[in-house]
């Protein structure tokens, strides 16, 4: 600590964390999984209170992802299968993830258990995680004040596809912050040399490697294997990738300057991000920038972590004087605590305890200095992808995030698939065109992290070659969904809606100023993987600054493909606002002239 910030680590753990700068930040971090449990009174628990003279903590849920046992010794093989049964129910509440909370009665009591009990229990449990085909990401002990133990195991689902888990981390902040640098180091391993030369595989276009910015949405993977281990992806090792690798998180490097402000709100409400990380240079840059991005994370309720970046180039006083304001915006837009990480076991925390407060990483991408800490929080992350998606049992749906056109592949379009399942030679509905129209379609081939494969289900981003449409009828925001349901599109949608960044009473005299000019109100709107300018009409013309608004949009240019419960952001100028889609008004409708 040090720098006026509350941390997530224990006093115990401040030496690990202050060598944690080796260069060699993709080497391999240990887990408590790898050793015995010793006695590590201070190690923090995400679930087990800090306190060590603590006798009790919260009841055992009768549903969801948490399993309390005393003890498992001398367990017969009756009770193994019963206890495969309850752990296979446990990681199914839990979207494939599960804790088990050791040493603690059904009632919450610490009651605690020797070395000895503690070990065999551990045992116990990998035997029965490798029946329901689980691994053990970490085993976290902590030795209580009677001399007993208590411990918490974190456990996650091991699929037979060969990657299981998948994350999105969308990155925002300043055009000096060193985004696209950091992206960069992560997925190639390399340190940056001081100018700039880890973020050139990222530019798209031209004008971005010679101006040094980002003006469009970049994307990067960076791989895990089942330890945890980082695997990255290079085109001579692409089986040892696919082989190894069992979970995959998609760095997604967005504009930093005010006129790309559009295509950055749109990586954030378009790519359906499990975590925005806010990045900040540690050399006092000006906070007031990434205000509006905090407001539609607030409004989308997105995970968020902040990354501190050019701490070699950043003396003591700054540095700290950039902490505490990102701790007073923080306070002020979100209402939350920036907790400072500093340690390997703090990133475990970190990564658990969503409401404890916003992690704040602090990182050189010119030295290394705490990569690793950074990796092993994205890889204990976890996905909040398989709860946004409908029903993996419902008929196919996929959006369409971005759309190119390759010379021997034709048309191709990448995206995540929010329901069901689509093979290769599938033959879906493809739209809406800009007659709000669906066309067939047959799916060729698919690719998946850049290695080819047969399926793609629910949850998992993906990209498809596609015949029987030209490439100027694939656009982003369109669908892929399955023959058996038609989709329909629309011009116009309600929402109910809040108001949640203005300027005074701007958005009120902006949309009286064009009743006058008899234009109706615009605004820019995103819904999932559209955005589109819009008219919006408040109903009953009410135009407060308050939520429980019921207002409708109406699309400028052509119809768009909308699911109610959808999230929407709009913006007008220095105005945002944020809700949900309680109706669509599907076609046929005459449309805006």
């Given at each position: 600590a040090g720098v006026g910030l509350p941390t997530v680590t224990s006093s115990s753990s401040a030496a690990a964390g202050a060598a944690a700068g080796s260069n060699n930040h993709h080497?391999?971090?240990?887990?408590?999984?790898?050793?015995?449990?010793?006695?590590?009174?201070?190690?923090?628990?995400?679930?087990?209170?800090?306190?060590?003279?603590?006798?009790?903590m919260q009841p055992e849920p009768q549903e969801g992802a948490v399993e309390y046992k005393l003890k498992?010794?001398?367990?017969a093989a009756v009770r193994l299968d019963h206890l495969a049964t309850q752990m296979n129910w446990r990681l199914h509440e839990g979207g494939g993830e599960a804790h088990y909370v050791l040493g603690v009665g059904d009632d919450g009591s610490l009651s605690g258990i020797t070395r000895a009990e503690l070990d065999e229990t551990l045992t116990n449990l990998r035997t029965i995680a490798r029946r329901v085909s689980a691994q053990v990401l970490a085993v976290r002990p902590r030795h209580l004040r009677s001399g007993r133990y208590v411990a918490e195991m974190h456990l996650r689902r091991v699929h037979e596809q060969l990657v299981s888990h998948e994350s999105r981390v969308a990155l925002v902040g300043r055009e000096d912050a060193g985004k696209s640098t950091l992206v960069g180091v992560l997925t190639t391993g390399d340190n940056?040399?001081?100018?700039g030369r880890a973020r050139l595989d990222l530019f798209r276009h031209h004008h971005e490697i010679k101006s040094g910015q980002t003006s469009s949405i970049s994307q990067d993977i960076v791989g895990f294997d089942e330890e945890?281990?980082?695997?990255?992806w290079r085109p001579h090792t692409l089986d040892d990738f696919r082989l190894r690798v069992r979970k995959v998180v998609t760095l997604l490097d967005s504009p930093g300057h005010r006129k790309y402000m559009n295509t950055t709100v749109f990586g954030m409400t378009g790519y359906d991000a499990d975590c925005v990380a806010i990045t900040v240079a540690a050399n006092g840059e000006p906070l007031e920038a990434i205000k509006e991005h905090l407001y539609v994370i607030k409004a989308l309720a997105l995970r968020v972590i902040v990354i501190v970046t050019k701490i070699d180039q950043s003396s003591r006083a700054v540095l700290t004087s950039t902490l505490q304001n990102i701790s007073a915006l923080l306070q002020t837009a979100l209402d939350r605590k920036a907790l400072l990480v500093t340690s390997e076991e703090s990133v475990g925390v970190a990564a658990s305890e969503d409401d404890r407060g916003v992690p704040v990483f602090l990182v050189s991408s010119v030295t290394g200095k705490n990569l690793d800490l950074l990796l092993r929080y994205f890889f204990l992350m976890k996905s909040t992808t398989p709860e946004k998606?409908?029903?993996p049992t419902q008929p196919a749906l996929f959006q369409v995030e971005a759309s190119y056109s390759i010379a021997e592949a034709g048309p191709v379009v990448a995206g995540l698939m929010l329901q069901g399942e689509i093979h290769v030679e599938t033959p879906v509905w493809l739209g809406p065109t800009s007659q709000g129209d669906f066309v067939q379609v047959r799916v060729k081939s698919i690719h998946r992290n850049r290695v080819a494969c047969h399926s793609v289900q629910a949850g998992q981003g993906a990209s498809f070659s596609v015949e029987g449409v030209p490439r100027d009828a694939v656009r982003r925001g369109q669908i892929l969904s399955a023959l058996e349901v038609k989709p329909q599109a629309c011009f116009s949608f309600e929402a109910e809606i809040e108001v949640v960044y203005h300027s005074g009473d701007k958005l009120k005299m902006k949309q009286t100023q064009r009743r006058k000019k008899k234009n109706p109100p615009m605004v820019l709107v995103y819904v999932g993987c559209v955005y589109q300018t819009a008219e919006m009409h408040l109903e009953h013309g009410r135009e407060r600054q308050a939520g429980g608004i019921i207002a409708s949009f109406r699309f400028h240019k052509r119809p768009e493909y909308v699911r109610v419960g959808c999230p929407v952001v709009f913006r007008d100028g220095a105005t945002q606002g944020s809700g949900r889609v309680v109706r669509v008004h599907e076609l046929p409708l005459v449309p805006p002239e």
């Open positions: 080497a391999r971090t240990r887990s408590w999984s790898e050793g015995t449990p010793g006695p590590t009174d201070s190690t923090p628990l995400s679930l087990i209170p800090d306190n060590p003279g603590a006798t009790h498992l010794t001398n367990v940056d040399n001081g100018r945890g281990k980082v695997c990255l998606v409908v029903d």
